[in-house]
């Protein structure tokens, strides 16, 4: 069964403070690993796709890495308009669906 | 570009009571999905489509069911409203190799 595990659940950063989100996940064969950003009252937004080992993406102040076991979500120098919730999901190689983790929600304080 | 629209934004319901949701995609695309979101438990896959005309179960499909007769609309229906169905209610489309969109979901209580 495919699963997808975050963390930490929530996390505090100060303006400027860079850190990381680990989602870590089991996959039969992984065709990709997905990155959503998600704000309080909408829908999640799509960040970054992920495909193989190796595989890095940068967008802005985030900057997305892949594992064959986990991905992580860095973020430099975070601003408060970086709160959300981040979202993590996989989709198997040979499957139509995406398994999500709970999420981490981030908070950046001025 | 309206993307991905969903109808209502906000419902109560009694238990036992039916409706329906409606999501709306104006993009042309061949996949769609229905999710629940609880506190803690991330997005649940309910339904899906591969194209119209086709639906299938998810990972939690129970005192559920869906259509999809157009293309553009994925409907999603409660027969008899039970207060374990409280949640919010999340649509997505994609086109085949491409990542997932959502709607803005709907926020569903019953009481």
């Known amino acids: 069964e495919d699963q997808v595990t975050q963390s930490p659940e929530a996390l505090r950063l100060q303006e400027g403070e860079s850190s990381s989100l680990n989602c870590s996940y089991t996959?039969?064969?992984?065709?990709?690993l997905f990155w959503y950003r998600q704000d309080p009252g909408k829908g999640p937004e799509f960040l970054f796709t992920?495909?193989?080992a190796g595989e890095e993406k940068e967008k802005e102040r985030l900057k997305a890495t892949l594992t064959k076991k986990e991905s992580f979500l860095h973020i430099t120098a975070p601003k408060p308009e970086d709160s959300a919730t981040y979202l993590c999901?996989?989709?198997?190689?040979?499957?139509?669906?995406?398994?999500f983790g709970a999420g981490t929600i981030l908070r950046v304080k001025s | 570009n309206a993307g991905v629209t969903q109808t209502p934004k906000f419902r109560v319901l009694k238990t036992g009571q039916s409706m329906t949701l409606l999501c709306a995609q104006d993009?042309?695309?061949?996949?769609m999905y229905w999710y629940r979101q609880d506190p803690g438990m991330g997005l649940r896959l309910i339904h899906y489509?591969?194209?119209?005309?086709?639906?299938a179960k998810g990972e939690v499909p129970d005192g559920y069911n869906v259509s999809r007769l157009k293309k553009q609309n994925f409907l999603l229906g409660l027969e008899s409203a039970a207060p374990s169905q409280t949640s919010v209610y999340f649509c997505?489309?994609?086109?085949?190799?491409?990542?997932?969109?959502f709607g803005d979901g709907t926020r569903l209580s019953i009481l």
């Open positions: 489509s591969v194209g119209e005309g086709t639906t």
């Open positions: 993009m042309n695309h061949e996949y």
């Open positions: 997505a489309s994609r086109r085949d190799n491409q990542p997932q969109h």
């Open positions: 992920l495909y193989s």
């Open positions: 999901a996989v989709q198997a190689i040979y499957g139509n669906k995406l398994v």
């Open positions: 996959v039969s064969g992984l065709r990709g």
